[in-house]
């Protein structure tokens, strides 16, 4: 069975300053999701499917769906801050501006999604080995197994130098995902140390930790889980106007609840992203490098 991408573009840029997804970053106006789809498509991904925004759906189709859905099946579905509240959930959430965050996204895909998935960030460059890992592993499951995998990254290789990053620090043993706690808010310190401030806390780290960078693959039945984890959030949060349900989180639920295991694969890959604006020239040049050094074709997609 093939498996399908699942990638989360429904995100407000705030830090950008706009819509980061479909930023043109390659010389013929691709955009940084093309370069991590047409990867996934070469790895054998049967599927793309993209969670955006309603209000981007036209400049989405110009600048990047109408290209990618000519080259491989593709599909989109919505996010909105009322998708899958009850009229009860929506009055009370009446004051909530910002996005209910990543698993809400992606349990806004599960009618469309019957096969083992991958999850990605839309402003993410993960490298060619990550989407060729997991999706080997993903191609050897049923919908039903429950023993899901992630690409963990070295944190060092995925910070910016141009303000903080949200990095789901690991616990890893023996190949196995143990516990997850997403970081919000890690940064470089003045003198070059790295540190999280983490619960009102300053918490000092190596740099050699595995974090996620939300590269999971789970099977469908982990939608059941993440709609319990869901479902509990939004009872608990639903007068909130900041807090997310985040997918580090109920990963890490699945886990240490006993529902199923995260394989763990390790990438030395370096990141790269779309965080800040000043991250921009930086990706160009990455992508620059890897056109001219034959890594990616001149021009990716046929039509």
């Not at 093309?34 to 309603?54: L, Q, S, T």
């Not at 043993?173 to 808010?185: A, H, I, P, Q, R």
Request: net charge negative; proline share 4%.
């Amino acid at each position: 069975m093939k498996p399908t991408l699942l990638v989360l573009a429904a995100g407000m840029g705030s830090r950008y300053g706009g819509v980061k997804q479909i930023d043109a970053v390659g010389v013929h106006g691709e955009t940084l999701l093309d370069f991590g789809v047409y990867d996934a498509h070469n790895a054998g991904y049967g599927k793309v499917v993209f969670i955006i925004r309603k209000d981007i759906e036209k400049d989405f189709r110009e600048r990047l769906f109408d290209r990618i859905a000519r080259n491989m099946d593709a599909e989109y579905v919505f996010q909105s801050l009322d998708s899958l509240l009850t009229p009860e959930q929506i009055k009370a959430s009446a004051n909530r501006k910002k996005p209910w965050g990543t698993i809400h996204a992606l349990l806004c895909a599960k009618d469309v999604v019957k096969e083992p998935f991958t999850v990605v960030n839309a402003d993410d460059y993960y490298g060619r080995s990550a989407y060729q890992t997991l999706g080997k592993y993903l191609s050897t499951l049923s919908p039903s197994d429950t023993t899901h995998a992630m690409v963990g990254f070295i944190l060092e290789n995925t910070m910016s130098k141009n303000g903080s990053v949200s990095r789901g620090v690991c616990e890893v043993k023996d190949g196995n995902l143990v516990s997850m706690v997403e970081n919000t808010k890690i940064e470089y310190t003045s003198d070059g140390k790295i540190v999280s401030h983490l619960d009102g806390k300053d918490v000092y780290l190596t740099g050699k930790e595995p974090v996620s960078m939300n590269f999971f693959g789970f099977t469908p039945k982990a939608f059941d889980d993440f709609q319990e984890y869901w479902d509990d959030f939004i009872k608990a949060n639903v007068t909130e106007e900041k807090k997310e349900c985040l997918l580090p989180n109920g990963a890490s639920e699945i886990v240490t609840s006993g529902k199923g295991s995260i394989k763990v694969f390790t990438s030395e890959d370096r990141w790269f992203g779309m965080t800040y604006p000043e991250d921009k020239p930086l990706v160009m040049a990455e992508i620059k490098a890897k056109l001219e050094s034959g890594y990616y074709p001149d021009k990716l997609w046929e039509k």
